[in-house]
T-cell receptor, first 112, second 112 residues
């Protein structure tokens, strides 16, 4: 079955630093989605990528859909304390129905 | 606020019992998805409904079942509960023709 390898598993950074995380897969996806999840809450959609090579920004967040359609990265610039949380990538396959496959998550911790 | 609502927020029950989790999708969304997230784990897809009909199945146990009603709300029924069923259960919905999913706040199920 499809699997996503998300790295790093965790990051400990200083406030103000930039952050980069990525997901890779052996499978091709139609869409890449990036979510942020706070403890005990539902994942919140950050960025959706629909086209290979697409680079999309949402404030301090930038994500790209890899040209091979098998990978994606998310960058956060000038991190702030509210960026703390778990970030998940998700690859979407259309096989009649939408099938969303999630990465294992990247836990971001920020030292003020 | 994603627009997806889930009730209850928390549920505590005993082994062997049966519970029902409820989800209302965003206005206009026809698809509903159910996911399970165990402690510090990624999200595992359980089942999808589209406009009242089952569309796709993931790693859903036979003890679990779901349905989507004419008003598009959905219920996930979990029976013969075991300790290992303790988890966060999320519902997501997607608009027609758009490759993305919006998640609700989740129901935390604790089986004692």
């Amino acid at each position: 079955g499809q699997q996503l390898n998300q790295s790093p598993q965790s990051m400990f950074i200083q406030e103000g630093e930039d952050v980069s995380m990525n997901c890779t897969s052996s499978s091709i996806f139609n869409t890449w989605l990036w979510y942020k999840q706070d403890p005990g809450e539902g994942p919140v959609l950050l960025i959706a990528l629909y086209k290979a090579g697409e680079l999309t920004s949402n404030g301090r967040l930038t994500a790209q859909f890899g040209i091979t359609r098998k990978d994606s990265f998310l960058n956060i610039s000038a991190s702030i304390p509210s960026d703390v949380g778990i970030y998940f990538c998700a690859g979407l396959i259309i096989q009649g129905a939408q099938k969303l496959v999630f990465g294992q998550g990247t836990r971001l911790t920020i030292n003020p | 606020d994603s627009g997806v609502t889930q009730t209850p927020k928390h549920l505590i029950t005993a082994t062997g019992q049966r519970v029902t989790l409820r989800c209302s999708p965003r206005s206009g969304d026809l698809s509903v998805y159910w996911y399970q997230q165990s402690l510090d784990q990624g999200l595992q897809f359980l089942i999808q409904y589209y406009n009242g009909e089952e569309r796709a199945k993931g790693n859903i146990l036979e003890r679990f079942s779901a349905q989507q009603f004419p008003d598009l709300h959905s219920e996930l029924n979990l029976s013969s509960l075991e300790l290992g069923d303790s988890a966060l259960y999320f519902c997501a919905s997607s608009p027609p023709g758009v490759n993305t999913q919006y998640f609700g706040p989740g129901t935390r199920l604790t089986v004692l």
